[in-house]
């Protein structure tokens, strides 16, 4: 621990100016609550070499350093903007200040906020990059830019490096096109590889949390993994390989140019789960009109039954269940096009509609050559996509799931971009599969309602593996991809399919709260809801599929999560337990309006893992109450205000 600056009170514009012993040192940056600190730092004395920045986490008057050292450099086809660095000033701190909302997610109202300094170099060919940094009081980001120049250049390296110290633990997930492996947790840096966004960290003192990702991805530039296989302790940001999908793997960029954010959210763990910092920072929606953008819970047939779209009789009887429930959506998945026994996607789409119900439907998206899945080739131009989307409008769609990207070049990021700005022209939501994890999009974009990029329910289709794997990684999701932006985990099963779950029906409930995704596809058959008692199941008609607050209340990865969600006045609550011990947790409801008595709905484990027990009771801010999880279990709870 190093012993807190004693000019700490000062405002952070000042302090980021004053002289410190450190010749080295050329600027810092300090969040508005003075918690998340940035410096800007060099290996040499002197304004001219290579540059990083140090990271630090400052609680309880006591500042801790964090991540000791990110590098910083590119290198561009023409020249290198990395070793021979000279610095030339940084700017007066700035304060970004920006109030906006959000049709879906963990939060409708959201607060941009943040110090930034501009830190200005020039290589030994005189030409300028720019590094801007920003402190958040729930993380920090910078970013490159080329303020300067005309031209088209390919970024031929990035050079940041996360410099993480060993003992710090953390939760990885093996980099794979389709980001849906599992997270392992480790306690040091002996393992080298590639590894996917985003990627969790515990600093050995138990301090501070942060995890490290990207944002405000555009056209301009490739999605990016982290590698540590040439310095294991040092995580490099990494561009795509040449075999990675089609395209060219190196990004051609266009002067001047600015390139995505990089991110660290820091702070506690309840820092990490509310944060929005990934939307933050991402640009503006480019909608004028959002009034048809719903959020809303989907019936699903692919989970009970791969091949359910072919059959006419699946898909009717997945519509009633959504009109049953009164879920808005169902979704016809892969197949449709090849839809017999009784009808057509046509006669389909008749009577989805017909029962009140809007249906949704499934695209590949052509660009993975093992994957020949059709429709194959309906979204692949922007000529077949407008013929497409107009055919779908004409006959009561409301949005698409397109599948099977698994490349993360720029080209394939540019495709992304054409689906979302295509589909809008037709007032379509999207829903992209076998894809990247969310970089900000749902905010320029907000009808892209959901990525998969997470292993979800489907992989109890995939191979045994889940069966044992699932208890433990659903609560590591709540605190890693999830963080991130909306995830299609497919949630809430109570049959099993061709894998059996060890979960409890308790949990399984819970994950329709924990779990984030503006389309909240319910992927068990029909009769796994009908069947329910009438709490559970009247639960799952209410549960809604966006947020105007969030609250993680307890937990940690692996071991158990308990979170806290509103929608207008209405509060619900869920707990799983990932151990395969039973646990009797204290429910609080701290998170409460003051003076104001609530309704509750708690529906916990029963006496095995297929059975619940419901309990009904008044609660106010001060309350508590024992709740029982199975081991593998959890409960869920609604809270309505009894002014209401």
């Not at 958040?136 to 390296?157: A, K, L, Q």
């Amino acid at each position: 621990m190093l012993k807190p600056n004693l000019f700490r009170g000062v405002i952070p514009f000042v302090f980021a100016f004053l002289a410190f012993p450190l010749m080295s040192q050329k600027a810092v940056v300090l969040s508005p609550n003075s918690k998340n600190e940035v410096m800007l730092l060099s290996q040499q004395d002197g304004n001219t070499g290579s540059w990083y920045l140090q990271v630090n986490y400052i609680s309880d008057d006591e500042k801790s350093e964090v991540i000791p050292r990110i590098d910083l450099g590119l290198i561009r086809n023409d020249q290198s903007f990395s070793d021979n660095l000279r610095f030339l000033k940084a700017s007066r701190p700035k304060r970004v200040v920006e109030q906006y909302t959000s049709i879906h997610g963990k939060r409708s109202e959201r607060s941009n906020v943040a110090n930034e300094v501009v830190m200005e170099f020039e290589n030994s060919e005189r030409s300028r990059m720019n590094v801007v940094v920003r402190a958040y009081n729930d993380g920090i980001v910078f970013r490159y830019e080329f303020p300067r120049g005309s031209g088209t250049y390919t970024i031929e390296d990035e050079l940041t490096s996360y410099h993480i110290p060993d003992s710090t633990t953390r939760w990885l997930q093996d980099f794979d096109l389709s980001n849906e492996h599992l997270y392992a947790k480790m306690k040091d840096a002996q393992t080298g590889g590639d590894w996917g966004y985003p990627a969790l960290f515990n600093t050995p003192d138990n301090s501070c949390w942060y995890l490290i990702h990207e944002a405000g991805l555009d056209r301009t530039y490739c999605a990016t993994k982290l590698n540590n296989a040439d310095n294991v302790p040092a995580y490099k940001v990494t561009l795509p390989y040449p075999h990675e999908g089609k395209g060219e793997a190196l990004p051609t960029i266009n002067l001047p140019w600015k390139s995505p954010w990089r991110v660290v959210i820091m702070g506690e763990l309840s820092d990490i789960v509310e944060s929005t910092l990934v939307d933050d920072v991402s640009k503006p929606s480019v909608l004028e009109n959002t009034d048809w953008i719903k959020p809303g819970l989907v019936s699903w047939n692919y989970w009970s039954d791969n091949h359910g779209t072919r059959c006419f009789q699946t898909v009717a009887a997945f519509t009633d269940l959504a009109a049953a429930m009164g879920w808005p959506y169902t979704l016809f998945d892969w197949e449709w096009d090849v839809m017999s026994n009784g009808g057509n996607v046509e006669d389909a789409a008749r009577y989805a509609l017909s029962k009140g119900v809007k249906p949704f439907i499934w695209y590949n998206s052509g660009m993975f050559q093992w994957i020949t899945a059709t429709p194959i080739d309906r979204m692949k131009t922007h000529e077949n996509r407008m013929e497409e989307f107009a055919w779908l409008k004409s006959l009561g769609f409301v949005g698409v799931k397109v599948d099977f990207f698994l490349s993360e070049k720029q080209f394939m990021i540019e495709y992304y971009l054409d689906i979302l700005e295509d589909a809008a022209k037709f007032e379509m939501m999207v829903n992209f599969h076998g894809s990247v994890v969310p970089r900000g999009w749902a905010r320029t974009y907000p009808h892209l309602m959901t990525l998969e990029g997470v292993r979800g329910a489907e992989w109890y289709n995939n191979g045994p593996e889940f069966t044992t794997t699932a208890p433990e990684h659903n609560s590591v999701m709540a605190f890693t991809r999830n963080v991130v932006g909306s995830m299609d985990y497919t949630p809430v099963t109570f049959t099993n399919s061709q894998y059996p779950s060890l979960t409890s029906y308790g949990h399984e409930l819970a994950l329709s709260v924990l779990y984030e995704s503006a389309l909240q596809h319910m992927a068990d058959r029909p009769e796994g809801y009908y069947n329910l008692p009438d709490a559970p199941k009247s639960f799952l008609k209410d549960v809604p599929a966006a947020w105007d607050d969030t609250k993680l209340l307890d937990g940690y990865p692996g071991r158990d999560v308990v979170m806290a969600r509103r929608n207008d006045k209405l509060w619900y609550v869920g707990g799983i337990n990932s151990e395969n011990v039973e646990k009797n947790y204290t429910l609080s409801f701290n998170f409460l309006d003051d003076g104001v008595d609530y309704r509750i709905v708690l529906i916990s484990d029963g006496n095995h893992d297929k059975d619940f027990s419901t309990y009904y009771s008044v609660v106010n801010k001060s309350s508590t109450i024992d709740v029982k999880m199975l081991r593998r279990g959890g409960f869920a709870a609604k809270l309505q205000p009894m002014d209401n």
